[in-house]
T-cell receptor, first 113, second 113 residues
């Protein structure tokens, strides 16, 4: 069935280093790929998203790349800061059920000061 | 979290009891969703509603019920038929049709004793 795989499940980096989280999706018709950040005990918040007609999108220290051929997309965080520590989720839309997103299992990012 | 309210933040119930989780929004969004989150897992869709008086089952609807009598409200009832109801429940909204950003509430942590 449709699914989104996310790796790694945990990631520890030194402050100032870059962090990369990768996701692969199974439905080649997926056309919307958001990334959410979830802090402990809170609801997820959108940090960046990309649509299938775009290969890369940047917003300050955050960027997302999309490879439709390989069906994978990645989140890149540069110059990491301790406040970047959180759980990050990727998701992909299902075109035939366009209101629905399928979420990856999450990556716990720890930025060491 | 914006204009999405979930109450209460923590909820305790005895096994066999039905419990209703509240979700209210003032964003004037048409679509509303309920997700379940278990430790180390992604978000799984329980039910969603695109318009008032209409809702659809998600991937794990068994043991849950919803209603959408008002645009602002989308309560979720966890029934005694749900075998493992202890989880973190998240309500989300989106503007309307097609794949788009979903905004999440702060969540309700339900513990069944």
């Amino acid at each position: 069935g449709e699914n989104v795989e996310q790796h790694p499940s945990t990631l520890s980096v030194q402050e100032g280093d870059s962090a990369v989280i990768k996701c692969t999706y199974s439905d080649s018709a997926s056309n919307y790929f958001p990334w959410y950040k979830q802090e402990l005990g809170k609801g997820p918040q959108l940090i960046i998203d990309i649509r299938s007609n775009v290969g890369e999108k940047k917003d300050q220290r955050i960027a997302v790349t999309l490879n439709k051929t390989a069906k994978h997309f990645s989140l890149h965080i540069t110059e990491t800061q301790p406040e970047d520590s959180a759980v990050y989720f990727c998701a992909a839309s299902r075109v035939l059920s366009s209101y629905k997103l399928i979420f990856g299992s999450g990556t716990r990012l720890l930025v060491r000061p | 979290d914006g204009g999405i309210t979930q109450s209460p933040k923590y909820l305790f119930r005895k096994e066999g009891q039905n419990v209703t989780l509240s979700c209210e929004q003032n964003l004037n969004h048409d679509a509303m969703y309920w997700y379940r989150q278990d430790p180390g897992q992604g978000l799984r869709l329980i039910y969603y509603s695109q318009i008032v008086n209409d809702f659809q089952k998600g991937d794990i609807a068994e043991g849950y019920s919803v209603s959408r009598e008002k645009k602002e409200s989308f309560p979720l009832t966890v029934t005694s038929a749900q075998k493992n109801p202890t989880a973190f429940y998240l309500c989300a909204t989106s503007l309307a049709g097609g794949p788009d950003e979903q905004f999440f509430g702060p969540g309700t942590r339900l513990t069944v004793l």
